[in-house]
């Protein structure tokens, strides 16, 4: 399995940060697959954002709830994070993730700074 982040690397306050993972190698509707965002804040340690699962339903946590949301497009094998209102301190590298069963699979990540 294969994931591969893409989206801006530079976001203005205030505005909404969109990423996509394209995955291969598998389907995002797999049973029992969970299709994560995760990210890193410079000299932080990791933070899980949220999930979508492969019924489409998603689950965050709780500090980001307000302000995220995870999509999917079964056609393109994808998943999109928004997330709204950004501040300085949305600033990391945001990585996407697989898992089910054990199986565990990471993209390469990708560094998203915000700044005006």
């Known amino acids: 399995v294969q994931l591969q982040e893409s989206g801006p690397g530079l976001v203005k306050p205030s505005q909404t940060l969109s990423l996509t993972c394209t995955v291969s190698?598998?389907?995002?509707?797999?049973?029992?697959?969970?299709w994560s965002w995760i990210r890193q804040p410079p000299g932080k340690a990791l933070e899980w954002m949220g999930f979508?699962?492969?019924?489409?339903?998603?689950y965050f946590t709780p500090s980001l709830k307000s302000r995220s949301s995870i999509s999917r497009d079964t056609a393109r094998n994808q998943f999109t994070l928004r997330l709204s209102s950004v501040t300085l301190e949305d600033t990391a590298v945001y990585y996407c993730?697989?898992?089910?069963?054990?199986?565990?699979?990471w993209g390469q990540g990708t560094q998203v700074t915000v700044s005006s």
């Open positions: 190698g598998d389907s995002i509707t797999t049973d029992l697959s969970f």
């Open positions: 979508i699962a492969y019924s489409g339903a998603t």
């Open positions: 993730n697989f898992w089910s069963s054990g199986r565990d699979y």
